[in-house]
């Protein structure tokens, strides 16, 4: 089974630049995450897509970034405009849904690795 | 608010010594608890979890962990390390509605021959 596929592994830009990110979840996950996870700090919840509607984005800094899960399938992350801060590694995950089979594992791609100058 | 806390940022441990890695949640109800294991460069490996039950619960790699909920707390051990179990190690607790995860900010454990 294949896992979760994110690109591109690694990013570098300039301060006030754009960046993307895309994550192909695990087939028939119905639920995919995106983390940042900034050097020596745990993954915190950017945004949690159910399907493709929106169940948690509290934590994601609208003014900047924005993501979209259009299908129901992969999904992209963007920032713009990119500030120092930002420098980080993005995890997407995906899962089952809870509560209907869903076993409460989520399964994490390798990360995309920003960093910001 | 909901946190989860891992006192101890850095862990040295000989190799075939035992080891244990603390985990404190700050929750409304019992959460749903994980401990994840994360590589240099790669993504995060569930160890194991825990939903309800027996209070003990065993992972890959030989690990355990054993939920207390006096203390909060959700312990991982493992009775003799090997030199490949070096990583960073993450306690998070999930919410059983949604599905997010809050992560401690992770113990890095060093392994000496």
């Known amino acids: 089974e294949a896992g979760v596929a994110q690109s591109p592994r690694y990013k570098i830009i300039e301060k006030r630049q754009s960046v993307a990110f895309w994550c192909n979840p695990i087939?028939?996950?119905?639920?995919l995450y995106w983390y940042q996870q900034i050097l020596g700090q745990g993954p915190k919840l950017l945004i949690q897509?159910?399907?493709?509607?929106?169940v948690d984005d509290s934590q994601l800094p609208k003014d900047r970034f924005s993501a979209e899960r259009l299908k129901g399938v992969d999904s992209t992350l963007k920032i713009q405009p990119a500030k120092l801060e930002d420098s980080a590694v993005y995890l997407c995950?995906?899962?089952?849904?809870w509560g209907q089979g869903g076993t409460g594992e989520l399964f994490f791609g390798e990360g995309s690795r920003l960093t910001v100058l | 608010a909901q946190s989860v806390t891992q006192p101890d940022i850095h862990i040295t441990v000989s190799e075939g010594a035992s080891l244990e890695l603390r985990c404190n949640y700050s929750?409304?109800?019992?959460?749903?608890l994980f401990w994840y294991v994360q590589s240099p460069g790669q993504g995060l490996q569930l160890l194991l979890k825990?939903?309800?039950?027996?209070?003990l619960v065993q992972g890959i790699k030989g690990f355990e962990a054993e939920f207390k909920r006096s203390q909060s707390s959700f312990n991982l051990r493992k009775p003799s390390v090997h030199w490949s179990d070096a990583a960073e190690y993450f306690c998070?607790?999930?919410?059983?509605?949604?599905?997010?995860?809050?992560f401690g900010q992770g113990t890095t454990l060093q392994v000496k021959p």
């Open positions: 825990y939903f309800s039950g027996d209070t």
């Open positions: 995950a995906s899962s089952l849904v």
């Open positions: 897509f159910q399907n493709n509607g929106v």
């Open positions: 087939s028939g996950h119905a639920t």
């Open positions: 929750y409304g109800a019992t959460p749903y």
């Open positions: 998070a607790a999930g919410s059983s509605n949604t599905g997010k995860l809050i």
